[in-house]
């Protein structure tokens, strides 16, 4: 899961919750001290949506489906797909409303150093909501493969995300409600622990 799906999941907690979830990929170790309670909530429940996903037969079965060799990349690309599927999914009230809420929270407060950089672009440029363009999602996934050492392994599984679309996107369906049902945060609840 990418950035939309993690806010989706946690948008039913507090603010400090929803902040804890978009930012956990920049934060690294398990003492979270530093961190206000209900972020550090959101950081630990960014990490249990990914260990949950990641071992979910339906993600295990698309990883499958990756051309051979490049299965060690598949799972990044295929994060971002999630966000492709989910935008596109979420009805446009729901979905901006979200976004909104991110944006702000992200524009108010600083990033973790690892994502400092990232986060003002991914608001200017509209990330949660371009992820509704599989374009816009395919030239996400070439651009992080930028950011990685060596030749570009995930602009090379482009072709695979294509070609394979509707496999992917039928196991997006059945990751998702797996998801949503184990790990979303019904709205109005509370995660602002004192």
Partial sequence: MNFLAHGW????????FLYGNLVADGVK???LGAWRAAVAEGIRHHRRVDAFVDSHPAVRQA??????GQRRYAGIALDLLWDHFLARQLQRRDRDALVRRCYRLLEERPAPDRLAAMMPVLV?????????DFRFTCRAVE????RLSGPN??????P???RDYDRLEAAF???WDDVDQALGVPPGQSLNRP
């Fill in 143 to 146: 651009g992080i493969g930028r």
């Fill in 160 to 162: 695979w995300l294509e």
């Fill in 9 to 16: 999941l946690a948008r039913g907690g507090s603010d400090d």
């Fill in 153 to 158: 392994r995930l602009a090379e599984l482009l």
């Fill in 124 to 132: 200017r440029q509209d990330w949660l909501r371009g992820y509704a």
């Fill in 63 to 68: 990883r499958a489906l990756a051309p051979d």
């Fill in 173 to 175: 369906s059945r990751l």
């Fill in 29 to 31: 170790g398990n003492d």
